[in-house]
């Protein structure tokens, strides 16, 4: 199975500044490539799907980027409600899979 | 507006099963997947299996094969996961999602969770 990786595992952040984040897959994905946004107590919520496609509703600061097995997911300017735990996670192979997560917290 | 209901929480003993639900609503039941994600606490997301609302085929992650069973109720647009034989290192939330069979396991819309505690 493809193995995921996140980093860093965590990001201390100020709100207002930029956040970058990376996943990397053990193989090529293609741009089947998802994020999660994921809150205290809450279901994980997709934000980007193809790599760099915001779902539905998602603020346009942010995008994601990369295919094959490196990619970034960028927020322009972090919000108060962004600070959450990020996953990635590949569905180009059977089965998919997730990565660890990278928390954005405040700095 | 697409939701999806799960029942509630759980406490079972070593060697139990527990079976949770989870009522989809806002959508045609039978157009769209579902898959069964876990979360032990304070860690990541591990995907469980699917089942096709459509036909009832289902595909199960290779450490669960023989210990669960997903099936469908399509008059009530229900969903059900049972997990046999349970453990310690099984404590988790687990929530239902659901995806269209043309994007793959691209998990669109979430159920709350539904904690499931294993504890003698």
């Known amino acids: 199975e493809i193995v995921m990786t996140q980093s860093p595992a965590t990001l201390s952040v100020s709100p207002g500044e930029r956040a970058t984040l990376s996943c990397r897959a053990s193989?090529?994905?293609?741009?089947?490539l998802a994020w999660y946004q994921q809150k205290p107590g809450q279901a994980p919520r997709l934000l980007i799907y193809g790599a760099s496609t915001r779902a539905t509703g998602i603020p346009a600061r942010f995008s994601g980027s990369g295919s094959g097995t490196e990619f970034t997911l960028t927020i322009s300017s972090l919000q108060s409600e962004d600070f959450a735990v990020y996953y990635c996670?590949?569905?180009?192979?059977?089965?998919?899979?997730f990565g660890p997560g990278t928390k954005v917290d405040i700095k | 507006q697409v939701q999806l209901v799960q029942s509630g929480a759980e406490v079972k003993k070593p060697g139990a099963s527990v079976k949770v639900s989870c009522k989809a609503s806002?959508?045609?039941?039978?157009?769209?997947?579902i898959s069964w994600v876990r979360q032990a606490p304070g860690q990541g997301l591990e995907w469980m299996g699917w089942i096709s609302a459509y036909n009832g085929n289902t595909n199960y992650a290779q450490k669960l094969q023989g210990r669960v069973t997903m099936t469908t109720d399509t008059s009530t647009s229900t969903a059900y996961m049972e997990l046999r034989s349970l453990r310690s290192d099984d404590t988790a939330v687990y929530y239902c999602?659901?995806?269209?069979?043309?994007?793959?396991?691209?998990?669109?819309?979430w159920g709350q969770g539904t904690l499931v505690t294993v504890s003698s």
């Open positions: 996670q590949q569905y180009n192979n059977w089965p998919t899979t």
């Open positions: 806002g959508y045609t039941f039978t157009s769209y997947g």
């Open positions: 999602a659901s995806h269209k069979y043309s994007s793959g396991f691209l998990f669109d819309y």
């Open positions: 193989q090529s994905v293609s741009s089947n």
